[in-house]
């Protein structure tokens, strides 16, 4: 069993900056990718960035430039360090990541999602 847990949301003005935290623990063998996705109210969720082990990055266009998507793989954590955030940053924003268990199982598992607030 595996767990992800999220911290570092909150409530910030318009050009401010936020870091989030996702840890992941459990029965875990090895994480390969890992990233974050947001979802606002009414929208779909949408990809924001991801990392493989090997730290290739991914942004999607809208924070592409603000963003920035880092790992320790040591502590199986990952972090999103969000800069000139904006309005439409406003969503809850939820981790995720590849995991290959001590059983040999693949596992892709959640974070319960942390809200950030951007206040024009």
């Known amino acids: 069993q595996v767990q992800l847990v999220e911290s570092g949301g909150g409530s910030v003005q318009a050009g401010g900056s936020l870091r989030l935290s996702c840890a992941a623990s459990g029965s875990i063998f090895r994480v390969d990718v890992m990233g974050w996705h947001r979802q606002a109210p009414g929208k779909q969720r949408e990809l924001v960035a991801t990392?493989?082990?090997?730290?290739?990055?991914y942004y999607g266009d809208s924070v592409k430039g603000r963003f920035t998507i880092s790992r320790d793989s040591a502590k199986n954590t990952v972090y999103l360090q969000m800069n000139s955030l904006k309005p439409d940053d406003t969503a809850v924003y939820y981790c995720?990541?590849?995991?290959?268990?001590?059983?040999?199982?693949?596992?892709?598992?959640w974070g319960q999602g942390t809200q950030v607030t951007v206040s024009s």
């Open positions: 995720n990541a590849h995991i290959t268990t001590w059983t040999m199982s693949p596992v892709i598992d």
């Open positions: 990392i493989t082990g090997d730290g290739n990055t």
